[in-house]
């Protein structure tokens, strides 16, 4: 029996491929059979081809790679707008105490709102860095990971763990981490239960140890060697605030880049949140071993963070991507906004205006997140052979149409509407709606569970 390769035909649309040559096609079109990109280029599509099964007139439209994100915290989403004028070890110890209270269908209800609310804004590949795992609170990986399947996104779930509470010179409060083998033993399950190294794979894990005050020494090598061992990937936070360095240099007499170096956390399978304090030799090391970043400029505002040197990095050819962060930290909890923000606050910094210019931010979110996440032959850019994973951003609207230039227009502009986006050659989101889950239901049940879970931190 032959398998027929349906098509889909995207017409009049003007593209940016993302390409390493940032090929750019004023009015253009792209072919989609099965589950790639078959085609693409100027003018219109190829006559004659077969088992198109739709047409779609894109005029007005912007065609891009879909959205990667490189990092967040989808149980966040239950607990936003808390702790909002503080800063990250302020912020951590006030809300530690309601995190340690999570079960899996708070998780799953806050999954749920996570990835609705950035696959409606053209997130294609979504990164979940899960580390609270309370006693009895029952399969959350499970959960979170049903989660993106039933929303159609691409996913990567960052095993996380935490086991350096107060008692050991911590952050966390004891009730709150796990113990050394146990931490390891269960990310061990979750790689073997869920991760698929094939080209096409929907679902990958990574070894995510939480951050250097909150996870032990013995953990992180030890970590690291078990993502060696299993051949997935390494993420973590690192050299977010001022403070996390000097309790670095503190309690291990240097600062957070030496400190993972010293651990087996530098290389071209890592990739790090934020980043934010950095001198010239932690950037050189980082280049030298093409250890990734996820910069997530909103959240490293709201915290009072600082500004990334996202500049110096692309100089030095450090792979960076964009990050949403957790949703307690950054509550809009959308990534197409993270483009213009990325731009903004780069701005603010020491390269000024050329900081970053309109392709730059949306390379970040497209080809840069699919570097970090080790998905670069796969996704991240519009090229034949490439998976189908687009968006078509809506620019004949009152907010975009007098914007000179498309890209212009995504980037500085308002926050463009998605009119589909296909994930895997299938579409998942159609005129603004998601098309496999409920987003109606979504807000009731986390409004739900978010009461729930402060009814129970309040009892505790
Ligand atoms: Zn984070």
Redesign the pocket.
């Known amino acids: 029996m032959v398998t027929m390769v349906q098509r889909v035909v995207i017409e009049n649309c003007a593209i940016a491929t993302v390409d390493a040559a940032d090929t750019e096609y004023a009015t253009g079109y792209v072919v989609i059979a099965g589950n790639r990109i078959e085609s693409l280029g100027a003018g219109s599509a190829p006559e004659g081809l077969a088992d198109v099964v739709r047409r779609i007139d894109a005029s007005g439209h912007l065609v891009t790679p879909g959205l990667v994100n490189t990092?967040?915290?989808f149980y966040q989403w239950i607990t936003r707008g808390l702790a909002t004028d503080h800063n990250l070890f302020n912020w951590l110890v006030a809300l530690y105490p309601t995190w340690a209270r999570i079960d899996e269908p708070m998780v799953r209800a806050a999954a749920q709102g996570s990835l609705a609310m950035m696959a409606r804004g053209g997130v294609t590949t979504a990164m979940d860095?899960h580390y609270v795992f309370p006693k009895g609170s029952g399969d959350l990986s499970g959960a979170i990971i049903g989660a993106a399947r039933e929303t159609g996104v691409r996913f990567t779930l960052a095993r996380g763990s935490m086991d350096r509470s107060e008692k050991d010179g911590g952050l966390p409060p004891d009730f709150a981490v796990e113990t050394l083998e146990s931490a390891l033993a269960a990310t061990e399950a979750t790689v073997r239960e869920h991760h698929d190294a094939s080209f096409d794979a929907m679902t990958q894990v990574a070894v995510a140890p939480c951050s250097p005050f909150s996870v032990s020494t013995e953990l992180l090598k030890q970590g690291a060697e078990l993502a060696r061992r299993l051949g997935v990937r390494l993420h973590t936070?690192g050299s977010?605030t001022v403070e996390e360095e000097q309790f670095c240099k503190e309690l291990f007499g240097m600062g957070p880049t030496d400190y993972f170096e010293s651990t087996g956390w530098l290389g071209e399978d890592v990739w790090m949140?934020?980043c934010v304090h950095m001198n010239d030799s932690d950037i050189a090391a980082f280049a030298r071993t093409k250890t990734g970043v996820a910069h997530?400029p909103s959240?490293n505002a709201r915290l009072a963070a600082g500004i990334a040197r996202v500049p110096d990095m692309l100089a030095a050819g450090v792979p960076v991507g964009l990050?949403v962060?957790?949703t307690a930290?950054n509550e809009s909890g959308e990534l197409h906004t993270e483009l213009r923000n990325a731009l903004l606050i780069n701005r603010l910094g020491a390269h000024r205006e050329a900081a970053l210019n309109a392709r730059q931010a949306l390379r970040l979110g497209t080809y840069g997140g699919a570097q970090v996440l080790g998905r670069a032959s796969e996704i991240g850019s519009l090229e034949p052979g490439k998976l189908a994973d687009l968006v078509l951003w809506n620019l004949d609207t009152l907010a975009h149409a007098s914007i000179a230039d498309p890209v212009t227009a995504l980037v500085f502009g308002a926050a463009a509407p998605v009119t589909a986006s296909f994930v895997n050659g299938r579409q998942i989101v159609e005129a603004g709606r998601l098309l496999h889950v409920d987003e109606d239901a979504i807000a009731r049940s986390t409004r739900e569970e978010a009461r729930r879970l402060a009814r129970i931190a309040a009892q505790a």
């Open positions: 990092h967040h915290h860095h936070h977010e949140a934020h997530c959240s990050g962060d957790g930290s």
